[in-house]
């Protein structure tokens, strides 16, 4: 089965500082698909990162960066200098190739908010 | 700019009632897909669409049904609304190829309240 964890309900932090949103995934697949979505307060959720399972390499793009380890099924998503705007509900989401019903499997969200 | 729309931002129904949400893309994707956002449930798939006419049941298809008569537009219905299917309802859509592989553009959510 296909799972995903975000143990993180809500965050909270000061601007300017860093913050990294926790995400562990559960398949017994060798090839899958990692996305993090961000979900502002106007509703629509936005795509931010997909990653295969056989890229491993860390990504950064701007104030964001991704960590990705297989060894500990992780996925882990870090704002670096955080800003009001970065306020937000993010989810991480896994698609397995066995995935049966649900080819994107979401995490139960973090939000996050930036106090000015 | 691509864009996905759903008809209504906020919806008010009364329990019974047949209910339609639409949902339109403009990227000429095969894939659509129907969530409910729940608080502490995160996104729940409803059902989903590979091609025109074709449907699959999600985790939660139970008291809903949808029609894709066209690649664009993908029709949530809900045949007989009851007050547990009050929810913030998502649409979306992604380029041909597995359901899943690929960036999911999202439309902006239609809050359903059913009384």
């Known amino acids: 089965a296909q799972k995903v964890t975000q143990a993180q309900t809500e965050i909270s932090v000061v601007e300017k500082e860093d913050v990294t949103l926790d995400c562990v995934y559960e398949t017994r697949d060798t090839t899958y698909y990692l996305f993090w979505y961000k979900q502002p307060p106007s509703g629509e959720l936005v795509f931010l990162i997909r990653?295969?399972?056989?890229?491993?390499q860390n990504e950064i793009s701007g104030r964001y960066s991704w960590n990705f380890q297989k060894s500990t099924s992780s996925f882990n998503f870090t704002i670096t200098a955080s800003q009001v705007v970065d306020s937000a509900v993010y989810f991480c989401a896994l698609m397995s190739l066995s995935s049966g019903n649900t080819p994107l499997v979401f995490g139960k969200g973090t939000r996050l908010s930036v106090i000015a | 700019d691509v864009k996905v729309t759903q008809s209504s931002r906020y919806l008010v129904k009364r329990t019974g009632e047949k209910v339609f949400l639409e949902c339109v893309q403009d990227?000429?994707?095969?894939?659509m897909f129907w969530y409910r956002q729940d608080p502490g449930l995160g996104l729940r798939l409803i059902y989903f669409?590979?091609?025109?006419?074709?449907?699959e049941k999600g985790d939660i298809p139970e008291g809903y049904s949808v029609s894709r008569e066209k690649k664009e537009r993908f029709s949530l219905i809900l045949e007989s609304a009851s007050t547990n299917q009050t929810s913030m309802y998502l649409c979306?859509?992604?380029?041909?190829?597995?359901?899943?592989?690929?960036?999911?553009?999202f439309g902006p959510g239609t809050r359903l309240t059913v009384l």
């Open positions: 669409s590979y091609d025109v006419k074709m449907k």
């Open positions: 979306a859509s992604s380029p041909p190829g597995l359901a899943g592989v690929h960036e999911q553009f």
């Open positions: 990653r295969n399972s056989f890229d491993e």
């Open positions: 990227m000429d994707h095969e894939n």
